[in-house]
């Protein structure tokens, strides 16, 4: 993310939040003169060394030797530490932010950009699903949309979330003055990209089936499978994996049919 200096100075907090996802490249007169980007939680104190830095634990112990450059590209690419915050702080971040994040049981996720199988994947079950609930009480919505979630109607737990589809039934009535959608969504769509399965697998997976939502899909454009989760009060009640050439077919809208691979 690149921010100019006077950015920084107006909203540093929220930068500092921020660059515990991704770092910020801070501009002047359209020129980057410095990153700021998130620091390992080890006390460590710092000396210079030529172009190598010495590091030093608390005790005064030397700990290695180390590039700076190749060490933060490192850091880079293997930070897996998600940012906590509280919700408000999610609100306030998310409303000014240009990129997409999802808040769930007080973690931020970043969404990052999708693959071109992804994409034309949803936008195929789209269609699909847009044609199968014409004349019926409900529609299909497309992300971005923020759903917001209560694990088992409680305020305490509110999540965040922008599933790739999402079937709502008389959204007019649950939809706030200033447009946003506050209900449950009776059915929510999840195609899986390389770099976040395991968070559409387990911690998704969870949240739904711990919200109120009815079914959900999770969908792997590159295996060509998919799984359909029917949720009751609060558990998985039924289960069915698809895959091939098999077409997959909803649990609560008998007649929705898909084939993954075509």
Not at 85 to 96: A, L, Q
Not at 131 to 148: A, H, I, N, R
Not at 149 to 154: A, I, Q, W
Request: contains cysteine; aromatic residues 10%.
């Amino acid at each position: 993310m690149k921010v100019t200096s006077s950015d920084i100075k107006n909203s540093f907090g929220k930068y500092l939040r921020l660059c515990s996802m991704e770092p910020i490249y801070i501009t002047k007169n359209g020129e980057v003169i410095a990153k700021l980007m998130n620091h390992t939680e080890e006390d460590e104190i710092i000396e210079n060394s030529g172009n190598l830095r010495q590091i030093f634990d608390v005790d005064g112990t030397l700990n290695k030797l180390y590039d700076p450059q190749r060490v933060n590209e490192a850091i880079e690419a293997y930070n897996m530490s998600r940012m906590k915050m509280t919700y408000d702080e999610f609100k306030s971040m998310n409303e000014s932010s240009q990129h997409r994040y999802e808040y769930i049981d007080g973690e931020v996720y970043m969404l990052a950009s999708p693959n071109v199988y992804h994409q034309r994947l949803v936008s195929r079950l789209h269609i699909t699903m847009d044609q199968y609930l014409t004349g019926k009480p409900c529609d299909v919505f497309e992300s971005p949309f923020d759903v917001t979630l209560l694990r088992r109607g409680n305020e305490k737990f509110t999540n965040i979330v922008q599933p790739d589809l999402l079937v709502i039934c008389n959204w007019k009535e649950d939809t706030d003055s200033s447009g946003r959608y506050q209900g449950i969504p009776r059915l929510l769509v999840e195609v899986l990209s390389p770099g976040n399965t395991q968070k559409e697998m387990f911690t998704k997976l969870d949240l739904y089936r711990d919200s109120g939502v009815e079914e959900y899909w999770l969908v792997d454009p590159l295996k060509g499978n998919a799984i359909i989760y029917r949720f009751a009060e609060y558990a998985i009640v039924e289960t069915e994996v698809f895959s091939g050439d098999v077409a997959c077919e909803s649990m609560i809208y008998k007649g929705l049919t898909f084939k993954v691979l075509e």
